[in-house]
């Protein structure tokens, strides 16, 4: 199993609109991967960083959709609110409480 950690540092403002976005949108993206296992929106309001943690059973299934053009128009759409580009880091999950 693993864990994708997306980390961004955004506008503070903007972070609701970005969790609305990712409410509404991050179902729809993830519907045919059976791989897919959950994910959780994070926020350190403060700061304006934003962090999404996503659980994945093979990290390649992430792998495919990052590279497809439908998480590409996603992301689009989110992109227009980061003040830096995204880290990505693909972490095997070596114990689950």
Do not use: C
């Given at each position: 199993?693993?864990?994708?950690?997306?980390?961004?540092?955004v506008?503070p403002q903007?972070i609701?609109?970005?969790?609305?976005?990712?409410?509404?949108?991050?179902?729809?993206l993830?519907?045919?991967?059976?791989?897919w296992?959950?994910a959780?929106?994070t926020?350190?309001?403060?700061?304006?960083d934003?962090?999404?943690?996503?659980?994945?059973?093979?990290?390649e299934?992430?792998?495919?959709?990052?590279?497809s053009?439908?998480?590409?128009t996603?992301?689009a759409?989110?992109?227009?609110?980061?003040?830096?580009?995204?880290?990505?880091?693909?972490?095997?999950?070596?114990v689950?409480?």
């Amino acid at each position: 199993m693993y864990a994708v950690v997306t980390r961004v540092k955004v506008n503070p403002q903007s972070i609701d609109e970005l969790a609305s976005l990712f409410d509404s949108t991050n179902r729809d993206l993830v519907a045919g991967h059976d791989d897919w296992l959950g994910a959780w929106f994070t926020a350190d309001r403060g700061a304006g960083d934003v962090t999404v943690i996503a659980r994945w059973r093979d990290a390649e299934s992430y792998e495919r959709l990052r590279d497809s053009a439908e998480f590409q128009t996603v992301m689009a759409q989110f992109a227009t609110a980061f003040l830096e580009p995204p880290v990505v880091t693909i972490n095997e999950i070596l114990v689950d409480m």
